[in-house]
């Protein structure tokens, strides 16, 4: 065999370079530990490094320039049928809000400082506060601002009439870009995928089913039914019990139309990021999928 051609074989054989999710754009961190699902974790964000606050445009866009393909966003219904771009189920955490989104508005909640309750030392600074007042925006003004950039929409809510919402934000798109989003939120992203087969769905339930059933048959090379059409994320704790990883697994999500996504480790049943350069080198040089980051400023470009 040429020279040439072993080394066309090696090339093509070779895997990509995992492409980036950075998860709330550019944001202020916190420490996992002990987080729980109403944890106000603006009240523990590390020293800050930055002045980005999360889900705004300019953490959004600032993510893009770090070399992200896909910037996770979260969205809730306003009372008044608008979604906007918010993380919290309540307001209290981390602005100078009260109640819940869906409790106000979209011109209430327009003149919230969305940087008002974040402090790294318990309260005796808050060193965003003053610097969020007019950045919520709502999820059509996100892709006006930036038409041709890739979003995974977390449905906050999960309710299958809020994913309407969605779908219906999605429908003015072109139908290329409409194809590259990706949605998640339990009934609500299910919903998307009903009106909308062509945006990608991830879902804990059919990652779930879809693990499972790997488990049980990957060994022989059978994929089951729940793994088609989705994404699949994975903690990059639970890689070693997956056959095939990484190559033979995305390889055989790939014939099924899936997406594999490689998060951070698991603590206290949390799933966190890919965040430093240590977990980035240890990320296996065979793996060319997705790789889901809190800091895309640390292990982007």
Excluded at 123 to 128: A, K, M, N, Q, V
Excluded at 267 to 274: E, F, I
Aim: glycine share 12%.
């Amino acid at each position: 065999m040429s020279l040439v051609l072993l080394l066309g074989c090696a090339v093509q054989s070779a895997p990509r370079a995992p492409r980036l999710i950075a998860h709330r754009g550019v944001h202020q961190t916190f420490p996992p530990e002990g987080v729980r699902w109403d944890t106000c974790t603006a009240t523990r964000i590390r020293p800050p490094t930055h002045g980005y606050i999360e889900n705004t445009l300019p953490s959004v866009q600032a993510a893009f320039e770090h070399g992200a393909e896909v910037v996770e966003i979260d969205v809730h219904a306003t009372a008044d049928g608008h979604l906007v771009v918010f993380h919290d189920h309540g307001l209290d955490c981390r602005t100078d809000g009260v109640g819940a989104p869906e409790e106000h508005d979209l011109s209430d909640l327009r003149g919230l400082d969305l940087g008002y309750g974040y402090t790294a030392d318990g309260g005796r600074s808050f060193p965003l506060r003053g610097t969020g007042v007019g950045l919520l925006v709502t999820l059509p003004e996100v892709f006006a601002a930036l038409p041709d950039r890739r979003f995974m929409i977390h449905i906050k809510s999960g309710r299958a009439e809020d994913g309407d919402r969605v779908a219906k934000v999605l429908e003015t798109l072109p139908e290329a870009v409409r194809a590259r989003q990706v949605v998640y939120g339990g009934a609500a992203a299910e919903r998307v995928a009903q009106r909308l087969p062509e945006v990608g769905v991830w879902t804990k339930a059919r990652t779930k089913a879809c693990l499972r059933g790997y488990l049980g048959g990957g060994w022989l090379g059978a994929v089951p039914r729940a793994c088609r059409d989705t994404w699949v994320v994975i903690p990059s704790n639970v890689t070693w019990l997956l056959w095939g990883w990484p190559r033979r697994f995305e390889a055989r999500m790939a014939r099924v139309g899936s997406e594999v996504v490689l998060a951070g480790p698991l603590v206290d049943g949390v799933s966190t990021g890919v965040d430093d350069a240590e977990q980035r080198a240890a990320v296996p040089d065979a793996y060319g999928g997705w790789l889901w980051t809190n800091r895309i400023e640390v292990v982007g470009r």
